[in-house]
């Protein structure tokens, strides 16, 4: 088990990205959490190594109205999350 801290920049507001990662993080069995901020969006994944993986190439590519310019993620501490929601 292991957890990403991923943000997300690029026209990634306002076309879907946010409902895009947690569908996808739902069919990976991913647990965490997916929220906008002020430069783009920033997400939390939970799960199986291969599983991340899938998900990071998924938010490069996002939804098709989309344009990612840019992505980071790190490896954090696990914390067990339990499911995947999306933060107001």
């Known amino acids: 088990m292991k957890r990403f801290y991923v943000t997300i920049k690029g026209e990634v507001q306002g076309v879907f990205f946010r ?6 993080a739902i069919k990976l069995n991913l647990t965490g959490w997916v929220k906008n901020n002020k430069s783009g969006v920033e997400a939390v994944f939970e799960g199986k190594a291969m599983d991340l993986h ?5 938010c490069r590519k996002g939804p098709p109205n989309a344009n990612v310019k840019n992505l980071n993620f790190k490896e954090e501490t696990v914390k067990n999350e339990t499911k995947f929601v999306i933060l107001k």
Request: charged share 25%; no cysteine; aromatic share 10%.
């Open 19 to 24: 409902k895009f990662i947690k569908n996808n």
């Open 54 to 58: 899938k998900m990071i190439l998924l």
